[in-house]
């Protein structure tokens, strides 16, 4: 019988171990998801289920598994010597976005939920990362070098008609995401010597700092009701908090002294 399902799955090593977990909107309810004895993390709930895909070095190098939140239904999808990871679900849960370096420089790829119909989206030079979906499926934010620098791009779920929305000459965090309406994509960028939480428009307007101050404020990610979680090296360790669409009312959600990564809120 599978269990309630939290809404945040994160990424600890609370346990001596780098594995995923859940837990409750306001940080109760923790509760270990995978039990590997190798890495795994960056999960991502399948939209309106039980389960989510994540990466795991299980069998040596970097897949993509997915499994239910109560530990049944393991399933690798990916199985190459290359990295395979960060997987996104599309909002319709049959397609799931992921990173490889299969063929040189990590690409952004697509296939079915099942694993099969692999299609690489990005072909330019330099490196394609952190993809992520609008909330309507049609269109595909990433992180790319092509310009020469990293910036956030925009294309269609095809991966055609690529246009860059950022042009700062700075470093764009690796973990992107649109806000539910469509209309803003938050995302981490090192202007200074920090890391901090940034939110621009979906078509490159209106670029604001969110975060400002010494910590290491990084993944964003939205939730439903359109507030923005993240990690941040605040307190002393990487820890999950989140805060209002403005940068304010920041709340911390974990406590532990190990490593704590926010991965995915069900959206």
């Known amino acids: 019988m599978l269990v309630n399902r939290p809404p945040i799955l994160f990424t600890s090593a609370r346990g001596g171990n780098v594995d995923v977990y859940v837990m409750d909107a306001d940080g109760s309810g923790v509760r270990r998801v995978t039990t590997d004895a190798r890495v795994d993390q960056h999960g991502d709930w399948a939209p309106g289920g039980f389960n989510f895909a994540f990466m795991s070095n ?27 990871g960060f997987p996104r679900w599309s ?28 299609v690489r989206l990005t072909r330019d030079s330099g490196d394609n990362v952190g993809g992520t979906w609008s909330p309507d499926g049609s269109r595909i934010a990433f992180v790319s070098t092509r310009g020469g620098l990293e910036d956030i791009y925009v294309m269609r779920a095809d991966g055609s008609d690529a246009v ?4 700062n000459a700075i470093i764009e965090g690796s973990r992107i995401a649109w806000s539910p309406d469509g209309t803003k994509i938050v995302f981490d960028g090192q202007r200074d010597r920090n890391v901090d939480i940034y ?23 939205w939730t439903p009701d359109g507030r923005i979680a993240f990690t941040s090296d605040r307190d002393g360790d990487d820890e999950v908090y989140v805060m209002s669409a403005d940068g304010t009312n920041s709340v911390r959600l974990t406590t532990s002294a190990a490593l704590d990564v926010l991965d995915s809120w069900h959206r």
């Open 58 to 84: 299980r069998d040596g190098d970097y897949e993509v598994f997915t499994m239910f939140i109560d530990g049944r239904g393991i399933r690798q999808l990916t199985s190459n010597a290359s990295s395979d």
């Open 91 to 118: 909002p319709d849960g049959t397609r799931i976005l992921f990173t490889s370096n299969r063929n040189g420089p990590f690409d952004l790829f697509l296939m079915s939920a099942d694993g099969t119909g692999v």
């Open 164 to 167: 860059r929305i950022t042009n």
């Open 199 to 221: 939110v621009v428009d979906a078509d490159g307007r209106n670029e604001r700092r969110l975060t400002d101050g010494l910590a290491q404020d990084r993944l964003p990610s």
